[in-house]
């Protein structure tokens, strides 16, 4: 299967495509095999997962700050 135009996807997702832009994406989605939709799904789920990483590093680093501290 082709990739997909990522930033496309993201202004997708956002909203921030005109109709006519979206209804181009959405025929070149399906054209490639995927259901634009069921990307968008995608895409945020991994960006939710990025964000759950960052912030468990984020807290991971913090309590060895207060470990050290504490010490």
């Not at 181009?24 to 259901?35: N, T």
Request: glycine share 2%; proline share 1%; aromatic share 12%.
């Amino acid at each position: 299967m082709e990739e997909v135009d990522m930033e496309k996807l993201k202004a997708y997702a956002a909203g921030t495509l005109t109709a006519n832009e979206r209804s181009v994406f959405e025929h070149q989605c399906r054209a490639k095999g995927y259901d634009p939709h069921i990307l968008v799904e995608i895409l945020e789920f991994d960006q939710d997962s990025r964000a759950s990483y960052f912030r468990f590093d984020e807290h991971q680093a913090f309590k060895q700050l207060k470990s050290k501290l504490n010490k």
